[in-house]
Structure formats: C-alpha cells, structure tokens
C-alpha cells in the first residue's frame, strides 16, 4: 500500500519505518520537499522510503497519517488539497502537547479536539484518531509493555476505523485489546488522557507505559 506521513519527528519516523518494513512504500511529508531530517530517514530506511512535502505526502497515500505536533496539525492540512484527501483514511495520531514553556503542557479544548478539527478542515475525508495514548515505540511494538494492555480509536466511518484496526494487528497489537470508542468526539478523551499518561510516565520512570480496561 503506498502510504503518507505527515510530519517528520520521532513519531513520523518511527511509524514510517514501521509500515517500510511491513512492506508498505511511505512517502514522508514535510514543510518542504528537501527537507534534511526526512532526507536522512529515506537514506538510512532505503527502498520502500520516499520524501516530499505534506501535499505531496497526501496524495501520495491511499492510508494518510498525520504525525505532526496537534498545535500545527492545522496548519499542516492548510498546504494539502482537500481533494487529494477524499475518501482516504486519515489516522490522526497527534496530541495538542505545546513544549514552549520548557516541559510540556497538554492544550485542551472541552468541547473540542486535533482529531475533530483535521476532519472539519478536510470533510472529505475519513479521519480516525489512533495510537495517540501511547509512545512511539509501543506504538509499533506492543510487547514492549509487559501483559496485556489496550489502545483506543474513534472515528465516524466504520469502514475506515476497521480499516486502523487491520493496520494495528500488523503492527502486534491483538484485535481484543484495540477499544472502539465510538465516533470522533471520543478524540476528546483520548487527547484528554495524555495529562494522565505524563504522569504515569513520571510515576513509573519510562513511556512504555499503557493502560488495561478492566470491568
């Protein structure tokens, strides 16, 4: 499947690298086309591995992930053609986390979220929020929290959310453990959770941390 990435941090390189390895041909999308860190992962990944710009990136992808910091994720699908984007799925993994003041502060709306915004912003296409809850390396690689342990997504297009949960199984994560929180207002209390996670984060002394639900 050839995919787009969008954004070029640690958690656009790690998911991209990801989906070359599974045999998927990743397009990773930046400000610019020559930009140097995306240049340096298409060197180091090889073939499967491809740059350009976030529209580029768009259109590039039947499978588009935006990757980019939440406080720019509007800006980012400002430079990308609504077009290009219609009818793709579009796994919103952002969070609104703003590290100006020199640690980070999770930026909440309550009756609001990144996810439901990017979808307002390209109506057309069919945006689910996943993998957000977790960092990027349990991301790609469950295991790396011992037992057994659940990651959330929401949308308002079935087909496309089980379009995410086929990508997650490939990823390792089992089909039982991938919670469906319903439409994408449920972005709210996934983008919400990252105030807890810091926490934990802190509490336990590593980000492979994660969450069961128990009842």
Not at 158 to 169: F, H, N
């Amino acid at each position: 499947m050839r995919i787009g990435v969008l954004g070029t941090g640690n958690v656009g390189r790690k998911l991209a690298t990801k989906l070359v390895e599974l045999g998927h041909h990743v397009m990773l999308g930046s400000r610019s086309a020559d930009n140097p860190t995306a240049a340096e992962w298409v060197a180091a990944t090889g073939s499967g591995a491809s740059q350009g710009t976030f529209a580029d990136a768009a259109a590039h992808g039947e499978l588009v992930l935006n990757c980019t910091p939440g406080t720019v994720s509007l800006e980012a699908m400002g430079s990308v053609s609504a077009a290009s984007l219609a009818g793709k799925t579009l796994i919103d993994v952002s969070n609104p986390l703003d590290l100006s003041r020199g640690f980070p502060v999770v930026v909440l709306h309550p009756t609001d979220s990144v996810a439901e915004q990017i979808q307002r912003a390209v109506p057309e296409a069919r945006v689910v929020k996943a993998l957000n809850t977790v960092n990027n390396e349990v991301m790609v690689d469950p295991s790396r929290v011992p037992g057994e342990h659940d990651l959330f997504v929401c949308g308002d297009d079935a087909a496309a959310k089980d379009e995410v949960v086929g990508l997650l199984e490939s990823f390792g994560w089992p089909r039982a453990h991938i919670r469906d929180l319903g439409d994408l207002t449920g972005a709210r209390a996934m983008e919400a959770y990252l105030v807890l996670w810091l926490r934990l984060r802190g509490l336990v002394g590593t980000g492979d941390v994660n969450i069961r639900v128990v009842s």
